[in-house]
């Protein structure tokens, strides 16, 4: 089993539509959770992150986390083409530096 | 500006050969990471430093070397050791506090292929 596990996608969603992207994780210790955006060819940039359960709402964008059930999504609003891009989800797991990665899932936004 | 920054963004070079990629940051960040990424995959740490003149083996550090002797600077050495250093490679920094490490931030990257 994967750490960090995404669906690699792609999610193709409508312009307008929400958008939401999943996570799950193996280790019950992990303490930080982040979603990065990563458009082709670029790096990744820090969109999000989460360290207590519940809901984080900025802008569009609204992270969740429930850490009994080891999973943690980013629903994006009002979604634009401008959106599309890969998302990462990472998490750093207890008492330490690193982040686990998952994969990413590709999002599309068609017009 | 504040910000990371890596150089070049792309570079080749002939097998056999090291190469040293640069990361520089001027956010007063105490913590910086190296990382790697390949066509599908998503991101694996090579080496990481949490304070100058310390660093710690990540999980593919084989045929990778770094050096911080000052806090802005985390050059990566991509040895001939390396079997296979074709790849997106990415530096991050971070605030690390005394108990927790904080958002890691990403440099432009470095596209390097050996041929």
């Known amino acids: 089993q994967k750490e960090v596990e995404q669906n690699s996608g792609p999610l193709s969603v409508p312009e307008g539509a929400i958008a939401s992207l999943n996570c799950t994780y193996s280790?019950?210790?992990?303490?930080?959770f982040f979603w990065y955006r990563q458009y082709s060819g670029k790096s990744p940039e820090l969109i999000m992150f989460?360290?207590?359960?519940g809901d984080k709402e900025d802008g569009r964008f609204t992270a969740q986390l429930n850490k009994a059930s080891q999973y943690v999504s980013l629903l994006i609003r009002d979604s634009q083409p401008s959106d599309s891009a890969t998302y990462l989800c990472?998490?750093?797991?207890?008492?330490?530096?690193?982040?686990?990665f998952g994969t990413g899932t590709r999002l599309q936004v068609f017009p | 500006d504040g910000g990371i920054t890596q150089s070049p963004k792309y570079l080749f070079r002939k097998e056999g050969q090291n190469v040293t990629l640069s990361c520089e940051q001027n956010?007063?960040?105490?913590?910086m990471y190296w990382y790697r990424q390949d066509p599908g995959q998503g991101l694996r740490l090579i080496y990481y430093?949490?304070?100058?003149?310390?660093?710690q083996k990540g999980d593919i550090a084989e045929g990778y070397s770094v050096s911080r002797e000052k806090k802005e600077s985390f050059p990566l050495t991509v040895t001939s050791a390396q079997k296979n250093p074709t790849a997106f490679y990415l530096c991050?920094?971070?605030?690390?506090?005394?108990?927790?490490?904080?958002?890691?931030?990403f440099g432009p990257g470095t596209r390097l292929t050996v041929t």
């Open positions: 991050a920094s971070s605030i690390r506090g005394q108990f927790r490490s904080y958002e890691q931030y």
């Open positions: 430093s949490q304070i100058v003149n310390d660093f």
């Open positions: 280790d019950r210790g992990s303490q930080s």
């Open positions: 990472a998490v750093r797991t207890h008492n330490t530096d690193k982040l686990i």
């Open positions: 989460i360290y207590s359960n």
């Open positions: 956010l007063n960040h105490d913590a």
